[in-house]
């Protein structure tokens, strides 16, 4: 939304609502915006795609090699460090944006104390079962040991440090994330019930033993009991189930908004069981603790970059993937190009890793360009707006004090994360990372929403937004940069996770193997990560047999 197409009160009333708005127009003075930039994500290359670009390398811009990693995010990183431990190293990756980690990327900048994330910014202590994130962790030294049920021990540094977690409800901060002020019995009432249901699934095993929500969802039960609960809404689930407090419907809400970019009328049941149920070694235990740095999950992905940097190309994005087959190839055939779209190269591979987003097969791959498979349509992503605000000081607020997540009761936002709190830095100043889900019913509205929204109109949303608690923000505020994720996360909508799509979407093709989180249906570092190395096992045990 230009400013000259829309006025201020009619932004802040689309992104955080009529009374909002009306309240912070009051005043005939624009009030003035830090300075700062639309940081990504590269929109521009990405519709050039959509629309058909196509490029012939010249005959001697190819080169032969043994495995092209389509995709830099955590799934084709992943996929590249499991290669090369297993002492593979005839590969190359090839990234379109400047920088490595797709939606787990992290910034940095002269103005900011710290790096802080532009998407993921954590992961759960990993229960036993979860042995390729648990193998990752050792080798960076993030785990140190194994406890008596055979579950790992993370170190205590990189554990979030306390307070974890506030919310904030008409003039105070309160700890935690269910709003205990002012619950009537009822409300408690109803938090125990839910949180029996929950323990009930938490210790549920199927006739194989396997959990009903495990982490990597691979792991988990395929019983038709479970099944089920893909069909219906998390609403209705809940209300299946009499749960009708509004702070217990808000808790689950403000969940599904979290993980999946979804409310709970759009999230899957199983999806959002899963959300609170998979993180829990046993009936009425806590959530595992989570994992943390200032930077998020971009500590995670400089480790894994780090490992492979030589084989990575930044800022090359794939135009084109011709497989096996087709064409009298032999190979598969990748063709990229820079963000120009020009120096176009060409790669013959004896096995492709596809670990771009899936929706984007029917763009890339030759032969679903012309001819999509149906399942393709199936895979829906959610948009988000992430805005780091670079501030000289803290801003001063009633009740609990500052956390490292921050989430405001009566906003479309999560609220923010500090990542200064993991370095223990109290005083001073800081960088909030401030998260806004776009929920449309439609992901292509969200997407036009999101888009057609500039650096300042998204500005001016946040600190509106973060006024409520901090009427100083914008005082504190010396720098606000601005990440637009067009396809941030897929969409567990009922019926995805089970409907089959993803299984068909997973199957290699041709000489090309997929990657991607999305083909577990919900958006998760530990996702990303196990089908980043499930790919890469694919290919070594196909070029073994070769
Ligand atoms: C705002 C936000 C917050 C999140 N928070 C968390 C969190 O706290 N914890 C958590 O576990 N998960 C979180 N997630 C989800 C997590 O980031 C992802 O599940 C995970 O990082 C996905 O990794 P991926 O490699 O599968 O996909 P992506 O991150 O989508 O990476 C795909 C990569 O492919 C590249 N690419 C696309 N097209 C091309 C092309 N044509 N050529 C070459 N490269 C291409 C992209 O640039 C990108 O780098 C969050 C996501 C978002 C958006």
């Not at 297993?86 to 787990?104: D, K, M, V």
């Not at 080798?139 to 904030?168: H, K, S, T, W």
């Not at 210790?203 to 609960?229: M, T, Y």
């Not at 999101?450 to 946040?462: K, M, N």
Request: net charge negative; with cysteine; charged share 25%.
């Amino acid at each position: 939304m230009t400013d000259h197409l829309f006025t201020r009160r009619e932004i802040l009333a689309a992104f955080l609502g009529v009374p909002v708005a009306l309240s912070a127009c009051r005043s005939s003075v624009t009030p003035s915006l830090p300075e700062g930039e639309i940081v990504g994500a590269s929109d521009v290359i990405g519709h050039k795609i959509r629309d058909g670009l196509r490029v012939q390398p010249p005959a001697d811009n190819w080169e032969r090699t043994g495995v092209v990693i389509v995709g830099g995010g955590v799934a084709g990183l992943s996929a590249a460090w499991h290669l090369q431990k297993r002492g593979f190293e005839n590969f190359i990756l090839l990234e379109l944006e400047p920088a490595p980690g797709g939606t787990a990327r992290s910034g940095d900048n002269p103005d900011a104390v710290v790096p802080y994330p532009w998407g993921a910014h954590y992961v759960p202590a990993p229960l036993k079962e979860n042995l390729r994130l648990i193998s990752l962790l050792t080798e960076m030294g993030v785990i140190e040991g194994v406890d008596q049920d055979g579950n790992p021990i993370v170190a205590e540094q990189f554990l979030c440090r306390d307070p974890e977690e506030r919310i904030y409800f008409k003039g105070r901060w309160y700890e935690g994330l269910y709003l205990h002020a002012g619950a009537d019995r009822q409300d408690l009432a109803q938090l125990d019930k839910f949180n029996a249901e929950i323990g009930t699934w938490v210790d549920w095993r199927d006739n194989k033993g396997r959990r009903a929500f495990a982490i990597p969802i691979s792991n988990s039960s395929d019983d038709e009991q479970v099944k089920a609960l893909d069909k219906i809404s998390m609403s209705s689930w809940l209300q299946a189930r009499q749960l009708d407090s509004p702070r217990l419907r808000w808790l689950v809400d403000y969940g599904c908004r979290d993980d999946y970019g979804l409310t709970i009328d759009q999230t899957s049941a199983w999806a959002g069981l899963f959300y609170f149920a998979s993180r829990v070694t046993h009936r009425g235990a806590e959530s595992q603790p989570l994992i943390t740095w200032p930077e998020g999950n971009g500590h995670l992905v400089s480790y894994l970059y780090s490992k492979s940097k030589a084989k990575i190309r930044l800022g090359f994005a794939v135009t084109d993937v011709i497989p096996k087959g087709i064409e009298g190839n032999n190979a598969v055939d990748v063709v990229a190009v820079d963000h120009e779209g020009s120096n176009a190269r060409g790669f013959h591979a004896d096995r492709v890793i596809f670990a771009a987003p899936h929706f984007l097969t029917r763009y890339l791959i030759r032969p679903f360009r012309e001819d999509p498979p149906s399942y393709t349509l199936e895979f829906k992503y959610g948009a988000w707006m992430v805005a780091n605000l670079v501030l000289r000081d803290r801003p001063k607020d009633l009740g609990f004090p500052l956390a490292w997540d921050n989430v405001l009761y009566e906003s479309p936002s999560l609220g923010y994360v500090v990542a200064t709190h993991q370095r223990g830095l109290d005083r001073g100043p800081t960088v909030f990372t401030y998260y806004y889900p776009l929920c449309d019913a439609d992901p292509r509205v969200a997407r036009t929403r999101l888009l057609s929204t500039d650096r300042r109109g998204w500005a001016d949303i946040a600190l509106t937004d973060l006024e409520r608690a901090h009427p100083a923000i914008r005082s504190l505020c010396t720098r606000l940069d601005v990440m637009r994720w067009g396809h941030a996360m897929i969409r567990p909508q009922p019926g995805f996770i089970w409907g089959g799509a993803r299984s068909k979407a997973q199957k290699p093709f041709r000489g090309i193997h997929f990657a991607h989180t999305d083909l577990s249906g919900i958006a998760l570092f530990e996702e990303a990560l196990d089908h980043g190395v499930r790919a890469a096992e694919e290919v070594l045990s196909e070029l073994n047999r070769a």
